[in-house]
Each structure stands twice: as structure tokens, then as C-alpha cells.
């Protein structure tokens, strides 16, 4: 377990933003984490993953903790599926990377999500038609008001779009430890989103590798590199409308692009709204909206996180105004 005092948060968070942390401790392995709890327990302190959907308000008065935790395990084999076992610190894209050599299908579309893979069930990451909680089996993590060691399956995470039971029941309760992911061995890819399908058939062969290359590559061309311009992905969620309101909205905007849901509601994707209202790749101050995606905002250079909230909320009030649709960040906004 490592201390560190008032220390910079600048390279623990993908905006690049510059906060200090009056602590941050930095756990290698269950027992660290059951340690520092001590610490934890009615003071102020955050949980942080790989810093790439968080913004630091101003600096922090409180503990951070990171959890490390190392390796990817195999515990479990048939013919059909594997069992891994990943270490909360993990980065994302390394497991995806480690499945993919192996042939093993189930994560292939969240190739380059940033973050750790300790950080994936808590916002149930989701990407080109998947999302983690899929192949989530079990969740291991520390209860911070009991100490108690939880198992969590796959249904108790009760995960939803960007949603779990970690930002509800456990919200600021659990450290998690490990994640365990059932993969296929004879994988079916997930092709069902258009731009995959197409980039895919031009490949002619849709092995999980070649998922994961034709992802990589869309991203890539979409999403900007957070070590070239700082951003934390998508800072707004999709938002879910009735099919009364989609309904007068598609008279007043016949080209409004959505997507029916099973409940009969319908998500309506964000960047539209945000370009319809005029901010794609427009800036205030050092705060910018990105050119390729209008939902990720960028720090163009020594932005601060007064300047990306002043865009956030100028955003969110024209998109109330022109559509009546009230955005909701899927950035966390953390404060002391
Ligand atoms: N669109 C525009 N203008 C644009 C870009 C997109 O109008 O400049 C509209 C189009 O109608 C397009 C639709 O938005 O069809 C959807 O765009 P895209 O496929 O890029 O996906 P998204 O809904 O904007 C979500 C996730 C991303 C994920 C992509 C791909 C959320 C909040 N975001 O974005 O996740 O990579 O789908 O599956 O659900 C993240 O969470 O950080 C993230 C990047």
C-alpha cells in the first residue's frame, strides 16, 4: 500500500485537469484495501479507477483511493466458455486484448474503452452493442461500512444502460476487488451495430480479432486519444423519452435519428441534440465540444473544471430550450 500527500490528480484523470488530493493511497491487493477502510470510514474520500470518466471540481479535500490489484486468472474451463478472474486494476483494454489473443468472444466490442476493469461494472460500460454486464459473472469488492467481503452475481449487480447497483445500494459502500467474466469459446460476434456489420463484411471474415481491429479503427476515427486532447468519452447519457414525446418531436424534426427500447420508450442519441443546437466543435474558453462526437468535451489546453462545467451547463440549456429533453451528465463530478 502507498501514501502520498497532497498530490497532483493530473495524471490520474483522462481530462487532464490539474486538482490536488489531500491523500491518495494506492492498494495492491485485498488485504491493502481491507486496511485502509479504517481510513475511509466517515471521512471524505472517492474511489478511482483509471480517472477517465471523472471530473475533479477544484481540488480535493479528501482521501483517494485507487485499488491496483493485479492479473487475470483462468478459473474455470469447458468446451464452450472460460471463467476469468481480473484484478479491479486491471486496465480495460489489456484484459479485452488478453481475450481477443485467446480467442475468446464476449468483450471484443469494448476494445479501447478506457478505464480499469474495477471501474467497468460500476457505470456498466457499453459499446457498438455491448455492454460489460453481459459477460459479467461474479463481482468481488469490500463493503466499506461492514468490512464484509461481498460476492456479487451477474442479476444482484442489476446492471442497466450505464447503470448498477454500485451507483444505488453500494453507492460509496463497495470497493471492488475482482470481476469475473464467463467468454465464449466459439464465439457469435455482435454485429449490430451498422458501422461494424459494413466495415466487417469489407474484411469478409468476423473473428473476434478482426471485431476488435474494425472497433479500434471506428474509434479511432470518432473518439479523440485522451493523451492527445483530454476528455473522459461520452460526458453526456443518451436520453430515454416516451413515445408520445418522440412522437411530437419527430413531427417538429422529421430526421430525428432514435432507437426503440423494449419498455416502448425510445433513446435519443445526445450528439444529435447537442449538434442540432449548433456546439459540434465549438469551444468556450478552453473547453471545447469535439468535432467527430459532440458528447465527448474536450479540454483544448489548461482548461479548468469551472470551464468544461460552464460548457456542460450551457449545453444542457439550449437542449432544454430547443428539444425539451433535459441532459444528464454520465461523468461523475467530484467534490469535497
Ligand atoms: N450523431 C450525430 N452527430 C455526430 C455524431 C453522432 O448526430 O456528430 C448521432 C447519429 O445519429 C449517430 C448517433 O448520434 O447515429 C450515435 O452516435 P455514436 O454511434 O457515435 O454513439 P453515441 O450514442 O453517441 C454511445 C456511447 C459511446 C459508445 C458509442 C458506440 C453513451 C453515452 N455513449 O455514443 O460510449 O462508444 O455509443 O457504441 O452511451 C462513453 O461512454 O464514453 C462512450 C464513448
Known amino acids: 500500500m502507498n501514501f502520498y500527500d497532497n498530490i497532483s490528480l493530473r495524471p490520474f484523470n483522462t481530462f487532464g485537469i490539474e486538482a ?84 475468446y468472444g464476449g468483450v471484443e466490442n469494448l476494445s479501447g474503452v478506457p478505464g480499469t476493469v474495477g471501474a467497468a461494472p460500476v457505470q456498466n460500460i457499453g459499446a457498438y452493442g455491448v455492454e460489460a454486464g453481459s459477460c459479467i459473472s461474479r463481482v468481488e469488492a469490500l463493503q466499506i461500512s461492514t468490512g464484509k467481503n461481498l460476492q456479487l452475481s451477474r442479476e444482484q449487480c442489476h446492471f442497466g444502460y450505464r447503470d448498477s447497483v454500485f451507483k444505488h445500494e453500494l453507492k460509496r459502500d463497495a470497493v471492488i476487488t475482482y470481476v469475473s467474466f464467463r467468454l465464449a469459446k466459439h464465439p457469435v460476434v455482435n454485429t449490430s451495430y451498422g458501422p461494424v456489420r459494413e466495415a466487417l463484411l469489407k474484411v469478409g471474415d468476423s473473428s473476434v480479432s478482426n471485431v476488435r481491429h474494425v472497433i479500434l479503427s471506428i474509434r479511432e476515427s470518432k ?28 413531427e417538429q424534426y422529421p430526421t430525428l435519428p432514435a432507437f426503440s427500447l423494449p419498455g416502448g420508450n425510445f433513446k435519443v442519441p445526445a450528439a444529435w441534440l447537442i449538434e442540432q443546437c449548433g456546439w459540434k466543435g465549438k469551444s468556450m474558453g478552453m473547453a471545447g465540444v469535439h468535432e467527430n462526437q459532440p458528447l465527448v468535451l474536450v479540454n483544448r489546453g489548461g482548461a479548468s473544471a469551472c470551464d468544461i462545467l460552464a460548457l456542460a451547463y450551457s449545453i444542457i440549456r439550449d437542449v432544454k430550450a430547443k428539444f425539451g429533453i433535459e441532459l444528464r451528465m454520465e461523468v461523475n463530478i467530484v467534490r469535497s
Open 223 to 250: 473518439l479523440p486519444a485522451p493523451d492527445e486532447l483530454g476528455n473522459a468519452g461520452s460526458f453526456f447519457k443518451n436520453p430515454e423519452v416516451s413515445a408520445s414525446k418522440h412522437a411530437s418531436l419527430l
Open 20 to 103: 490536488k488530493a489531500r491523500t491518495l493511497i494506492e492498494c495492491y491487493s485485498t488485504f491493502d484495501i481491507a486496511q485502509s477502510l479504517e481510513y475511509l470510514r466517515g471521512k471524505e474520500f472517492c474511489i478511482l479507477g483509471g480517472g477517465s470518466n471523472v471530473l475533479f471540481e477544484g481540488d480535493y479535500d479528501g482521501i483517494v483511493l485507487r485499488p491496483r490489484l493485479a492479473g487475470i486468472t483462468l478459473l474455470h474451463e469447458t468446451s464452450d466458455y472460460v471463467d476469468l478472474r481480473v484484478g479491479a486494476g486491471v486496465q480495460w483494454d489489456t484484459f479485452v486484448e488478453y481475450a481477443v489473443q485467446r480467442g
